[in-house]
């Protein structure tokens, strides 16, 4: 079956530094990325989402790249405040039915002051 | 306020025990979900109905049953709850492939925290 893996699974970066999280994919027949955002004891909500027909999307200070070939894609977080602090998964499905969506480990995400 | 909600939020219980989590999404989504998140905050599909219809059922016990009684609503029924059981168990609901509005994204609900003593 689909299966998700997501590195690294603890990420600590300085405040104002960036912060890249990667995970890859095993159904070739996947296309749709989305990224949910869980901060600690609340509920995991959507990010930022890519769908196969696009290799790059952005968002202010999140980006997301796809790199089908490779079946590996990214979550870019540029300019990192506190409140960015969370655990951030990403996760892939097959948009035909957007059903069944298979979530990575997650990473769970410090920024220090 | 439209959103997806859940009864209870915690639910403490004895080995051995039945219990429900009830859950409501006033979104108008036809899809919904239950999702087990363990304690190393593992997020793992348990079941998907769509409107109503059981459509993913992912290898979970029999003890565990959900029930749709309409498109908004989707219930889950665990009998004979066991220690590995304690998790935090969301619900969510999403838009039909198909349909217009963001489809693909699913909204989760507050979440149970269950703990099985």
């Known amino acids: 079956g689909e299966n998700v893996e997501q590195h690294p699974s603890t990420l600590s970066v300085q405040e104002g530094d960036s912060a890249v999280i990667k995970c890859t994919y095993s159904?070739?027949?996947?296309?749709?990325f989305p990224w949910y955002k869980q901060e600690l004891g609340k509920r995991p909500q959507l990010i930022i989402d890519i769908r196969s027909n696009v290799g790059e999307k952005k968002d202010q200070r999140i980006a997301v790249t796809l790199n089908k070939t490779a079946k590996h894609f990214s979550l870019h977080i540029t300019e990192t405040q506190p409140e960015d602090s969370a655990v951030y998964f990403c996760?892939?499905?097959?948009?035909?039915?957007?059903?069944?969506?298979?979530f990575g480990p997650g990473t769970s995400l410090s920024v220090i002051p | 306020d439209t959103a997806v909600s859940q009864t209870p939020k915690y639910l403490v219980t004895q080995m051995g025990n039945d219990k429900s989590i009830k859950c409501e999404q006033n979104?108008?989504?036809?899809?919904m979900y239950w999702y087990k998140q363990d304690s190393k905050k593992f997020l793992k599909i348990m079941f998907s109905?769509?409107?109503?219809?059981?459509?993913i059922n992912e290898t979970v016990p029999n003890r565990f049953s959900p029930k749709s009684p309409d498109k908004a609503h989707l219930n889950l029924h665990i009998n004979s709850l066991e220690l590995g059981d304690s998790a935090v168990y969301f619900c969510?609901?999403?838009?039909?492939?198909?349909?217009?509005?963001?489809?693909?994204?699913?909204?989760f609900g507050p979440g149970t925290r269950l703990t099985v003593t």
């Open positions: 159904d070739s027949a996947s296309n749709y």
């Open positions: 996760a892939a499905s097959n948009g035909a039915s957007y059903d069944k969506v298979i």
């Open positions: 969510a609901s999403s838009v039909q492939a198909g349909t217009s509005g963001r489809v693909g994204e699913q909204y």
């Open positions: 109905y769509n409107n109503k219809e059981l459509i």
């Open positions: 979104l108008g989504h036809d899809t």
